[in-house]
């Protein structure tokens, strides 16, 4: 397996995180190195979180430099970063090896710390109340570089992650086998061993792919983001619906739901003027019925001003609705509206800048 980094940035190395643990090992035994080392090194890297091979203390000096001639550990760079003054909501714009940019964001709310992730350069969806959907898609990202925003934030956040969700830039069930590695990765109980139940994958509705996350059993917790209870509305606001239909995406929650045994939560973006009302809340219980399921509401964040949130009165009438019929139900607060926390939106401002303001923030090691 290679993977070959053609950045100016970076020299004509390998990204060790694109290796699996038997890759590694058949690296080693090639290499004429004990079995025990391929142990240390998954630990070094994703327990310890090393950020060169000289941190590889119990290497000997000889093996540390060839690791070092071949190999890289990290594959990025921070270019920008943003945090909120009143919660702490920071998100980070990094700049991969090819020089395409995405974003991360750590949320933090009492004990809780969420690191939000992307999962593609871009996104196909266009969902339309969307910073990332206006970039259209530009590739999918690698399950290596999936991780190494975790592992990167995780030395520049205040604290280590709760919760991990794949809800920042991209669709994560487009990127199917990169996604369902990299998850497996966080939580592989020799590394970062990080809970897989806090683990969120986040879908638009690729229904096919839930379905196959069910028949796969995969043991991550499932967000679909809803958005509207009706096929007409959701179709306007969601372009991927007029592929997979409501009616349909509600079956395969159902089917997710008796196959894994697992509630799923709902996500429900509220976009003034469009799926706010109170028949709106009537129609998504209805709608919800019978899914064993949590409702998220989200009060929508984004800087157009087609889709701005309804008045708070509004938002808590909503989940009064909702909750007067008993169900499971969370507002979550936009976290770091002041910074444009949504995805998409910094990297859509540090478009803005020119490259060579860009550039200037760059810190080499
Ligand atoms: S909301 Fe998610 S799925 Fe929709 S365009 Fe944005 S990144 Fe893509």
Same mark, same amino acid.
């Given at each position: 397996?290679?993977?070959?980094?053609?950045?100016?940035?970076?020299?004509?190395?390998?990204?060790?995180?694109?290796?699996? %643990?038997?890759?590694? +090992?058949?690296? $080693?035994?090639? *290499? #004429?190195? =004990?079995?025990?080392?391929?142990?240390?090194?998954?630990?070094?890297?994703?327990?310890?979180?090393?950020?060169?091979?000289?941190?590889?203390?119990?290497?000997?000096?000889?093996?540390?430099?060839?690791?070092?001639?071949?190999?890289?550990?990290?594959?990025?760079?921070?270019?920008?970063?943003?945090?909120?003054?009143?919660?702490?909501?920071?998100?980070?714009?990094?700049?991969?090896?090819?020089?395409?940019?995405?974003?991360?964001?750590?949320?933090?709310?009492?004990?809780?710390?969420?690191?939000?992730?992307?999962?593609?350069?871009?996104?196909?969806?266009?969902?339309?109340?969307?910073?990332?959907?206006?970039?259209?898609?530009?590739?999918?990202?690698?399950?290596?570089?999936?991780?190494?925003?975790?592992?990167?934030?995780?030395?520049?956040?205040? %604290?280590?992650?709760? +919760?991990?969700? $794949?809800?920042? *830039? #991209?669709? =994560?069930?487009?990127?199917?086998?990169?996604?369902?590695?990299?998850?497996?990765?966080?939580?592989?109980?020799?590394?970062?061993?990080?809970?897989?139940?806090?683990?969120?994958?986040?879908?638009?509705?690729?229904?096919?792919?839930?379905?196959?996350?069910?028949?796969?059993?995969?043991?991550?917790?499932?967000?679909?983001?809803?958005?509207?209870?009706?096929?007409?509305?959701?179709?306007?606001?969601?372009?991927?619906?007029?592929?997979?239909?409501?009616?349909?995406?509600?079956?395969?929650?159902?089917?997710?739901?008796?196959?894994?045994?697992?509630?799923?939560?709902?996500?429900?973006?509220?976009?003034?003027?469009?799926?706010?009302?109170?028949?709106?809340?009537?129609?998504?219980?209805?709608?919800?019925?019978?899914?064993?399921?949590?409702?998220?509401?989200?009060?929508? +964040?984004?800087?157009?001003?087609?889709?701005?949130? =309804?008045?708070?009165?509004?938002?808590?009438?909503?989940?009064?609705?909702?909750?007067?019929?008993?169900?499971?139900?969370?507002?979550?607060?936009?976290?770091?509206?002041?910074?444009?926390?949504?995805?998409?939106?910094?990297?859509?401002?540090?478009?803005?800048?020119?490259?060579?303001?860009?550039?200037?923030?760059?810190?080499?090691?």
């Amino acid at each position: 397996m290679t993977f070959t980094f053609k950045s100016k940035y970076d020299l004509n190395k390998e990204n060790i995180l694109e290796y699996t %643990s038997d890759e590694l +090992n058949a690296l $080693f035994t090639e *290499m #004429g190195q =004990p079995g025990y080392r391929t142990f240390q090194l998954w630990k070094g890297i994703y327990s310890a979180n090393y950020t060169n091979f000289e941190q590889f203390t119990s290497f000997p000096k000889t093996l540390r430099n060839i690791l070092d001639e071949k190999f890289i550990l990290r594959s990025f760079k921070q270019i920008d970063s943003v945090q909120s003054p009143t919660d702490g909501t920071t998100k980070y714009l990094w700049e991969l090896a090819d020089g395409s940019k995405i974003e991360s964001v750590i949320i933090y709310e009492g004990k809780r710390t969420t690191y939000c992730i992307s999962s593609q350069v871009g996104c196909p969806l266009d969902c339309k109340f969307c910073a990332t959907g206006k970039m259209g898609l530009l590739r999918n990202l690698s399950h290596a570089e999936i991780i190494e925003q975790v592992m990167q934030m995780k030395v520049l956040g205040k %604290s280590s992650p709760t +919760n991990i969700v $794949f809800m920042g *830039m #991209g669709e =994560p069930l487009l990127n199917y086998d990169a996604v369902m590695r990299a998850a497996d990765v966080l939580s592989e109980p020799e590394g970062m061993a990080f809970s897989r139940k806090k683990i969120t994958i986040s879908t638009s509705g690729i229904i096919k792919n839930i379905r196959r996350m069910a028949d796969e059993n995969r043991p991550y917790s499932l967000a679909i983001s809803l958005n509207a209870p009706e096929q007409a509305v959701r179709e306007a606001i969601m372009p991927i619906s007029r592929k997979y239909p409501l009616d349909e995406l509600l079956n395969a929650a159902r089917y997710y739901t008796k196959k894994t045994e697992k509630r799923v939560t709902f996500e429900y973006v509220l976009l003034n003027g469009i799926n706010a009302s109170l028949k709106d809340a009537q129609k998504l219980l209805q709608i919800t019925k019978d899914i064993p399921c949590k409702i998220n509401i989200i009060p929508c +964040n984004s800087d157009d001003p087609n889709y701005q949130p =309804p008045p708070d009165e509004q938002v808590v009438k909503f989940d009064r609705m909702v909750n007067a019929n008993q169900r499971t139900i969370t507002i979550r607060k936009s976290k770091g509206w002041e910074i444009q926390a949504a995805c998409g939106q910094l990297y859509a401002e540090n478009k803005q800048k020119s490259r060579k303001t860009v550039f200037n923030e760059y810190k080499f090691d």
